[in-house]
Structures are given as C-alpha cells and as structure tokens.
C-alpha cells in the first residue's frame, strides 16, 4: 500500500469507534472488496470525470447496500450503517454521490421513557465496575452525552484524592464546560459519586479519559454511553425489554433537572449545574448562592447506592432481596392487622438505610414465628 492509503486508514482508525468499523466490515465484504482496494482505487484516479464516476457509483453501492440491509433491520437501523460507510469514504476518500437519497429517519411514535430512582437504583446494582460509574456519574453530572463522552480522568482523580484526604467535602464542586453552549457546569459530586469514582479509577486504567473505547487512546462514543442504559435495563426489566429501544442517555439529563425542580432548587442554579447559559451576573448571584447546599436536597435522588464494597448483585439476586423484604413487611402488616383490626399502610423514607439480607431474614422469621 502506498503511504497515503496507510495513512488515511490509520486516521480512520483513531476516529471511528468499533460498531462504525464493523459496518464498513459488513459492506466491504458485501462488495468483495478489502478497505484497501476501496482506498488504493482511489487514490489511483487521474482522470476527473473518473473521479465523479467513482463519487456516483459508490453513492449506488451504498444505496443497494441499505436496501439489502431492510430485510433485517428496520429502516433507522439501515440508514445508520450505509452513513457509516458513506463516513467511512469521506474520512479516506472523498464524499460520495446519491443518485437516489436515502430517506429520513423515522421518528419514534413512542412516549418519552421517565425514569423513577427505584429504577436507576435497580440498574446501578445490576452493572459491573465501569457500568456502575458510567451510571452514577451519569446521574450525578446530569451532561449531554456528548460532553459525558469526553470527560478526562484527571478532574475526578483531583476531587476522589482531596475529598479522601480531608481537604474537601461533598458535594465536591467541579467546573466543567459544555460543548453545545460553550459554557460551564459546576457540577457537584456527592459522596456516593466519589465513592464509586474511587473504586472504578483503581479498578480500570484508561487513557487520558475517564471513559475510553476498549481501553484504547479515543474516548467512549456516544452509541456505547447509550448501549450500557440499554444493556443495564435489558438485565433489570427483562419484562419490559421493548422499552430498550426508547432508552437514551438524554433521559438521564432530564431525570436529574426534573428532581432538582421538583425539590424547589432556584431554576439559576439548575441551569448552573447542567450547564446551560444564564442572562444574570454569575458572580454576585454565586456570592448569594450556595450551589452545594442546594444540590443537597436531591442526594436522595442522585445517590443510587453504596455498594461498591460487594461483589455486583445479578438480577435474581436483586430481585430476591427484594422478594425478602416485601414478604417481611407483609408478615408485620399480617400481625397489626390481626391485633387491631386494622391493615395499616407502609412508607419507607428514602434517606432509610434498608435491612440487610440477614436482618430481613431474621426480621421474617421472628414474624412467622410470632404470627404462628
């Protein structure tokens, strides 16, 4: 291969992330042709009507491509691989001609998924080390996806050393800046956040980023961020996997707004936290204003569970804890029902720390016992 060939492939391996790669995989070996040829071809036009003739006749392969591709995959799904081959060329080649457009992709008709904290709560204790980080810190940051995707290791391992030697508390400030409106967030990481950061940065080497592709040099895509919500929910709502499709990251950003509105934090500070633009004077509003303390009345909310110390539950073992429980508090209801008459109802504060297994389970036999 010649130099310029080996170089536009290898810059087409920095900026791709692995689905990307696999698509031209699939393409090419619907074309029969390697990356190679495709690019060595190329780079082997002289003529300039060529060059238009090479432009309109991989626009048509492409075309073709997508239409053989809807007979296993929907119409969105089949669209973003042929764009993924289309990206492919312009990064190595050149943009390519379609003679006949692809159409636009179809809106989903299906109503906006609201996540609760017992479902982000059930996720976060079904993920493994980087699932369970990518998920707090997700909830906690409350960033486009595309600003999470890109966050560097060395912010979060300043504020996990000084929140771990004393010289700082939680919620622990830190500013970053946005990429849609160029300004910054001043994001607050509560203990629970540091905590899991604590144990993923010891756990996982990266790169420069704090999420990256494989551990390679290029930072976790937007389509992986997204795929792990899928992946989490999938594991914890096998009843309601259909409802995957209609999970995305963007939902955690209006999740995190949502709660801090309806806990009557000042509409400023929430568009300080999230990073969204203010028309006041920043300075003396944050001489009056303790963002922090704010944050504060959310922790129940962000904070999705401290159990980085154990080994990550499964589903079933999930599930069976919480099967303990509700038979527990079903055998107490059973015994002030039977006393007084009357059937009482049951709150658990959120703040509560809830039983251990062992103590439900003794909690549960002591019931039965009694109750007998």
Not at 109 to 133: A, N
Request: hydrophobic residues 35%; glycine residues 2%; contains cysteine.
């Amino acid at each position: 291969m010649s130099t310029v060939v080996n170089e536009r492939l290898d810059k087409w391996q920095k900026v791709s992330d692995s689905e990307q790669r696999g698509n031209v995989k699939k393409f090419c070996e619907w074309l029969n042709k390697s990356e190679e040829q495709i690019v060595s071809e190329f780079y082997s036009i002289e003529k300039a009507s060529m060059l238009e003739r090479w432009k309109r006749d991989y626009g048509d392969y492409i075309y073709q491509w997508y239409k053989m591709l809807l007979k296993d995959y929907k119409h969105n799904s089949a669209r973003s691989m042929a764009y993924d081959v289309a990206t492919f060329l312009r990064k190595t080649c050149s943009s390519v001609i379609f003679e006949t457009k692809i159409p636009k992709a179809v809106e989903s008709t299906l109503i906006e998924h609201e996540f609760t904290v017992e479902q982000l709560k059930r996720m976060f204790v079904s993920g493994d080390i980087e699932e369970r980080c990518i998920l707090q810190l997700g909830v906690n940051l409350m960033l486009r996806v595309e600003d999470f995707s890109t966050l560097l290791r060395e912010p979060f391992e300043k504020a996990v050393r000084e929140v771990k030697e004393g010289t700082a508390t939680t919620p622990y400030e830190i500013k970053l800046e946005t990429g849609k409106e160029k300004v910054v967030a001043y994001s607050q990481l509560t203990q629970n956040t540091v905590e899991v950061l604590d144990a993923y940065l010891k756990a996982k080497e990266t790169s420069k980023y704090l999420f990256s592709e494989n551990h390679r040099e290029h930072h976790i895509t937007e389509r992986q961020l997204n795929y792990c919500l899928k992946r989490l929910w999938e594991r914890t709502h096998p009843e309601a996997k259909k409802e995957a499709d209609n999970i995305h990251w963007h939902l955690l950003r209006k999740y995190g707004i949502t709660v801090m509105f309806n806990s009557n934090i000042d509409s400023v500070a929430i568009r300080l936290i999230v990073g969204k633009t203010v028309q006041i004077d920043l300075k003396t509003y944050l001489q009056k204003v303790n963002l922090s303390n704010e944050f504060v009345k959310v922790l129940a909310f962000i904070e999705l569970g401290n159990y980085i110390a154990v080994q990550p539950q499964t589903f079933e073992q999930a599930r069976a804890r919480e099967m303990l429980m509700i038979e527990a508090i079903k055998s107490l209801m059973d015994q002030v029902e039977k006393l007084t008459g009357t059937r009482p109802t049951v709150s658990i504060p959120l703040k509560q720390q809830l039983p251990s297994p062992k103590e439900l389970e003794e909690l549960l036999r002591n019931g039965n016992s009694n109750h007998s």
